[in-house]
């Protein structure tokens, strides 16, 4: 029998880390809600899985189901347990080996958090100053502008205080239940480290994915936005010298570059939406300009822009670690964007775990779970066995998109080799057991055909040569390309000389 090979940890540089909405994830109280006994009982699934690190969407109290407006920065919201209970999750969770990042809302709060409420009695108020005020007359103009970003809808970013438009307005950027925070004052700043110090002194977490980055400061004090976080980075680093942090910054590499140097990762946007639209339009490199400010050149291939994008922010900040990913809470799921086409979920996910970077993956992702927006939609309840068996399903809200007749749960398709579950399992265990493929840089290779997406993983003397086809057809390879390599892995039956199947990997060394 062949000896099982070691798995390499590389957390953060190059591991991979799972997010999860709690309230969705697992319930062990049978209220309906994810909680954190409950997703502290799926840890082993998780180890066993290959996932090195957790990221929590928010878990702090708040009003709203998402609880991105948190009322209470240190505490932990009543549906998912206590305190006691997260500590304990997090001392649970390293003894599987599994890192733990919460996400650590400081752009703003909600308009029910204490400061806000103080604030909102005047202008004398001590709290006054840690929100942003204006006349009315002065935001003329900023309140009748109608503009949007990919990362938000509003079109409302000034609100009066109880419908009172004659008095001075707030700015909220994302709506008026999220009254951003003025980091103008340096109280306001305090507090924010204060809470940071919290969660990694107290609570012992390894890091914060941060929401919203790019709105510390409005577009036009983007160089102030630029400092907070470089500030925000050494105050934390003064507590946890290894603390990890990841952006969000929803923009173009021109506009993420600057931001490199106050983080250790920033989500690659770009990456994402490139691989979807490749396996869409079976074509590598095809352009996505729907709505998202992320216009691509259709003369360079996914891995030359990806390269770009990596070099433009390690000059910024050498030690940067590029965060790869399919999708995310913001976004339509996977499976639902590819059609409900298996086998182009299966290739996306070959592609992610293939290229260099630190893979994130979002919940049910691995099997295969669907959702289309509105939100709540893209944040069902995970299917771990059938209804009648599963002990664990929340039932928060009723699914739309991943019900029982539309995807099969966790402990089918364990028991299926040909399952969307255990292709990710397989490729996470490639990864994780091949050093090139964990840690090796990347070179773009010049098939000569644009439904091949195609690289090597170069690691000092080793290299691997990787190759998908994201067309519904077969593809034939150069065979001069071939020359002197041997099979590596194979997602589907191959031998020397075929054509690449549709949707199927090959690796080479």
């Known amino acids: 029998m062949e000896k099982e090979k070691e798995l390499i940890s590389s957390w953060p540089e190059h591991g991979i880390t799972y ?3 709690v309230q969705s994830f697992c319930d062990s109280n049978e209220d309906g809600k994810g909680d954190i006994k409950g997703m502290e009982s799926k840890l082993p699934y998780l180890q066993g899985f290959g996932v090195e690190a957790v990221w929590l969407m928010p878990i702090m109290p708040s009003p709203s189901y998402h609880k991105y407006d948190v009322t209470d920065y240190k505490n932990i919201h009543p549906d998912y347990g206590t305190l006691d209970d997260f500590k304990h999750f997090v001392d649970s969770a390293h003894a599987h080996n599994i890192k733990v990042v919460i996400d650590l809302i400081i752009n703003h709060t909600s308009s029910q958090h204490p400061w806000f409420q103080e604030a909102i009695k005047g202008g004398d108020n001590p709290y006054r100053d840690y929100f942003v005020w204006a006349d009315k007359d002065s935001i003329a103009e900023e309140i009748s502008k109608k503009e949007t970003s990919f990362d938000s809808d509003n079109i409302t970013q000034w609100h009066a205080v ?5 008095a001075e307005h707030y700015y909220g950027f994302f709506t008026g239940e999220m009254p951003d925070l003025n980091y103008d004052n340096p109280k306001v700043r305090e507090e924010v480290y204060e809470i940071g110090r919290f969660w990694l002194e107290e609570v012992g977490v390894d890091g914060f994915r941060l929401d919203a980055a790019k709105h ?20 934390m680093q003064k ?11 929803w923009a173009n590499t021109e506009t993420q570059a600057p931001y490199a140097k106050g983080f250790s990762s920033l989500f690659n946007f770009d990456l994402a939406y490139s691989i979807l639209k490749s396996i869409e339009e079976g074509v590598d490199g095809a352009a996505f300009v729907a709505g998202n400010g992320l216009e691509m050149d259709l003369d ?16 910024v900040n050498p030690d940067f670690i590029v965060a790869t990913f399919l999708s995310n809470h913001d976004q339509n799921r996977v499976m639902s964007v590819l059609e409900d086409d298996e086998q182009k979920a299966a290739v996306a996910a070959s592609i992610l775990f293939t290229l260099p970077g630190a893979p994130y993956l979002y919940y049910g992702e691995e099997i295969g779970m669907k959702g289309m927006k ?4 893209i944040r069902e309840a995970f299917l771990w066995d059938k209804k009648a068996s599963d002990n664990c399903r929340t039932s928060w809200i009723k699914a739309e998109y991943s019900t029982d007749k539309t995807v099969k749960p966790l402990s089918t398709q364990k028991e299926d080799p040909h399952s969307l579950f255990n292709h990710y399992k397989e490729m996470i265990r490639l990864r994780r057991t091949n050093e090139v493929l964990t840690k090796g840089n990347i070179e773009y290779v010049q098939m000569n055909n644009k439904s091949l997406i195609s690289f090597l993983r170069i690691l000092g003397d080793n290299e691997l040569l990787v190759i998908h086809n994201i067309s519904s057809e077969d593809q034939q390879i150069d065979q001069e390309i071939l020359k002197d390599k041997s099979l590596y892995f194979s997602s ?11 949707y199927t990997t090959i690796i080479f060394n």
């Not at 109880?162 to 004659?166: A, F, L, V, Y």
């Not at 509105?374 to 939609?377: A, E, G, I, L, R």
């Not at 589907?492 to 549709?502: F, N, R, T, Y």
């Open 162 to 166: 109880n419908e009172d438009t004659t």
């Open 492 to 502: 589907a039956e191959w031998k020397s000389g075929d054509p690449i199947a549709p």
């Open 300 to 315: 360079k291939s996914l891995v030359e822009r990806f390269k770009e994008n990596n070099e433009a922010l390690q000059k």
């Open 239 to 249: 507590v946890k010298p290894e603390v990890y942090l990841v952006g969000e910054v």
């Open 19 to 21: 997010e999860i909405f």
């Open 374 to 377: 509105p939100d709540p939609n």
């Open 216 to 235: 510390i400061y409005p577009d036009d004090r983007a160089e102030d936005s630029h400092a907070f976080w470089e500030e925000f980075k050494g105050e």
